[in-house]
């Protein structure tokens, strides 16, 4: 029996309202109890600026805030909430999502289960909850549905979502917005589960907008600080270019189908459509990846992902593992039919896909911060995501966006492991031989490392190559070789961060190692459950050419579209995968050596500040500097267009538009002043005024 599909996202929205409720009323109970505090203590200075409760926990440095992601370690009671207030907001946030979960996977067993046990699988499992409207033949339904696409999402969003809200029980306990944060979290769950779960383009446009909502809100969750407002707009802004696009590309679907929901699909695989075909399909094609692009963070609009750093790192992990930047290879896959009748679009796909992998790795390379590497790392694996889809391999870039959600989830949360092991440092040259002092993290981390690097048998290793053994097979030999050079920059960082973090000669202030500690059980059970299916998770889609069966893409067949075949005989697979762990192995040789440890000791660290300038010159100036996209953004985009704004400001709303509104003013004003100098009070005045009043018009009506 199917349980209702609604409570998947319903759960985490519940919690959200609980955890927020509970949140906001204790926040007022207890601003209310401190104003209280503080007028018995001040009794004869209510009226004096500067002593309120704001600069009161300012200057007793209590604020968790002022602190970015650094804002941990004010004891275990935590600053300011009581433990049963923690405890709530702990077990509501997890609750809800491992309730969702649980609802998740007893209706995704039974569909998967009888989808590859059918040929050609499963029909769609579609609910409606309602009839939002109806506006002559259209109509839109809040409906949800459970096809393979959908339960593949649908597994990692919930079971990763809940290994992190478990993970931030313990990285987060000390907190002062424990609560906020997981009512947050709850919401952001919410919103990707109704993107996921969507049976049309309007309902997933909803949670669309909402994981834009949320990770505005939980990037900028240290409010105080500017650098995660600005973050945190930054994101919101750069999503709405890209949501301008996908809002145009739906309406583009119901011009070219009649429909918004996922029927239009089936409709685009028997070439039923309307009007221009070639021409509005392509122009579509464009507009729905446009939103992509913002979303997943691809060239040019890819430069919000690597600031989102600044919320907790448990947001990073969501964001870039299993929630928002998949949503946009997400949408190219569900709208898969449509994008193959119109190849120069897949074509721009691929290549917007293998420009972001390549840009995004080479910046990696340099970064040392230890998120920074990872963020880059997200950017670039997305970009690997978009040239499956771009050369026709769907099922390949969704499989990638599969393994990817663990190896990378564990490795944002072994980086939160060690950044609060270090007290909150993060950069990795003050960093080095950890692996001794938090060895759970160490070796966590390490299986992840080799999964992302695409070393056989882990997770990444099948994925990635099924990707480039598109690439090939579909006839796209450079972006091929692209591909493979971004595969060996991948290990090469990888190992980089791994070396710099993990082994050599402790490069911290001295005596700072003593205090390194390993993360509570809390952390790193999640941890160790991520490293299992980093490893494991590949095994699901092993190729026939090495006696697989292949049953990820036999499961999503059905709801994928093909451009074309992509056949390889079985020796060309061996040469591809050979040579893509050559190249991979070549990069850890390259990491180790470079970042080695001989000759180190405490006071001559094994890294020096600038080691990748000084191996690579100007052109590792450049990618230390991240090609200088930013700054070119802001010359060339920015700065005009503030200049734009400025002018309009000055020369046309202050002068004609407040002009006009001050002129009417002042004439009233006049007038005013005019009537009141008649206004004299005197009888006599007022009846000379009214005789010329009555002579004047019988003067006018006689000589007209």
Request: charged letters at 10%; glycine letters at 12%.
């Amino acid at each position: 029996m199917t349980l209702p599909l609604w409570l998947i996202p319903a759960l985490p929205l519940a919690g959200f309202l609980l955890n927020g409720l509970v949140a906001l009323l204790c926040g007022w109970r207890r601003a209310a109890k401190a104003t209280a505090e503080w007028r018995d203590a001040h009794p004869d200075d209510h009226g004096h600026d500067g002593h309120g409760s704001d600069a009161h926990v300012d200057a007793h440095g209590h604020d968790d805030h002022a602190h970015g992601d650094h804002g941990h370690g004010h004891g275990p009671a935590g600053p300011f909430l009581p433990y049963w207030q923690r405890l709530f907001h702990g077990v509501v946030g997890v609750l809800a999502v491992g309730l969702a979960t649980v609802v998740a996977f007893a209706n995704l067993v039974p569909y998967v289960a009888g989808s590859l046990a059918t040929e050609g699988g499963l029909a769609p499992v579609i609910q409606t909850a309602w009839r939002w409207m109806a506006a002559g033949h259209v109509t839109i339904d809040v409906a949800f549905r459970l096809d393979a696409l959908s339960a593949m999402m649908l597994s990692f969003v919930t079971f990763v979502g809940t290994l992190i809200h478990v993970y931030s029980v313990g990285y987060l306990q000390d907190e002062e917005g424990y609560g906020r944060y997981f009512a947050y979290l709850n919401l952001f769950m919410f919103a990707m589960l109704t993107l996921v779960l969507a049976n049309s383009l309007p309902v997933l446009f909803i949670g669309w907008e909402g994981v834009g909502l949320c990770s505005y809100l939980l990037i900028g969750y240290y409010y105080d600080k500017d650098f995660a407002h600005q973050a945190g707009k930054k994101a919101f802004v750069t999503n709405r270019i890209g949501d301008f696009g996908m809002v145009l590309g739906i309406f583009g679907i119901l011009a070219l189908f009649g429909t918004m929901d996922f029927s239009f699909v089936d409709l685009a695989k028997q070439g039923a459509m309307n009007g221009n075909a070639p021409l509005s399909v392509y122009a579509v094609c464009l507009l729905l990846f446009l939103g992509a692009v913002g979303k997943s963070a691809q060239v040019p609009l890819y430069v919000w992902l690597p600031d989102a750093m600044a919320g907790p790192t448990p947001v990073s992990a969501l964001i870039h593992a299993a929630t928002m930047v998949t949503a946009g290879v997400y949408l190219v896959a569900r709208c898969s039919a449509v994008f193959v009748l119109a190849p120069d679009a897949m074509t721009l796909v691929a290549w917007i896909g293998a420009l972001t992998a390549v840009l995004a790795a080479t910046i990696g390379l340099a970064q040392n911060d230890i998120k920074k590497v990872l963020a880059y790392s997200t950017v670039s694996q997305l970009g690997y995501m978009f040239l499956a889809c771009g050369v026709g391999a769907f099922g390949a870039g969704m499989f990638h966006v599969f393994t990817h959600a663990f190896f990378k989830a564990c490795l944002f949360l072994g980086s939160g492991s060690v950044i609060m092991a270090m007290h909150h440092e993060q950069d990795m040259r003050a960093m080095g031989g950890l692996r001794q002092r938090i060895p759970k993290t160490f070796l966590t981390m390490m299986f992840a490392t080799v999964a992302i690097a695409g070393i056989p048998p882990l997770a990444g290793f099948f994925s990635k190559d099924q990707i480039l053994g598109a690439a090939f097979g579909a006839g796209h030999p450079v972006l091929f070789a692209v591909g493979l050079f971004t595969a060996g920059m991948t290990a090469f960082y990888m190992f980089r961060l791994a070396r710099m973090t993990f082994f050599g000669t402790f490069r911290g202030p001295k005596g700072a190692d003593e205090h390194v500690h390993e993360s509570p059980a809390t952390m790193t059970v999640p941890l160790v459950v991520l490293a299992f299916f980093s490893v494991v998770a590949g095994f699901l889609g092993v190729p026939e050419a090495i006696g697989g069966s292949n049953r990820f893409m036999a499961f999503l067949a059905p709801s994928l579209a093909t451009a074309h075949p992509h056949h390889v005989t079985h020796l060309t697979e061996w040469i591809l995968m050979g040579l893509s762990v050559a190249v991979a192995l070549a990069g850890i040789v390259l990491a180790w050596r470079w970042y080695g440890s001989a000759g180190a000791t405490a006071q001559v660290p094994s890294v020096p500040a600038n080691a990748f300038y000084m191996k690579t010159g100007v052109l590792g100036r450049l990618v230390e500097n991240r090609w200088f996209v930013d700054e070119g953004i802001e010359a060339g985009v920015l700065s005009p267009f503030r200049k734009i704004g400025t002018f309009l400001w000055r020369g046309f709303d202050s002068l004609v538009i407040d002009g006009v509104v001050n002129a009417s003013a002042f004439l009233v004003e006049l007038t005013g002043d005019l009537v009141r100098f008649f206004t004299t009070g005197n009888v006599r005045n007022y009846a000379l005024s009214f005789t010329l009043g009555v002579l004047a018009l019988a003067l006018y009506v006689f000589l007209r």
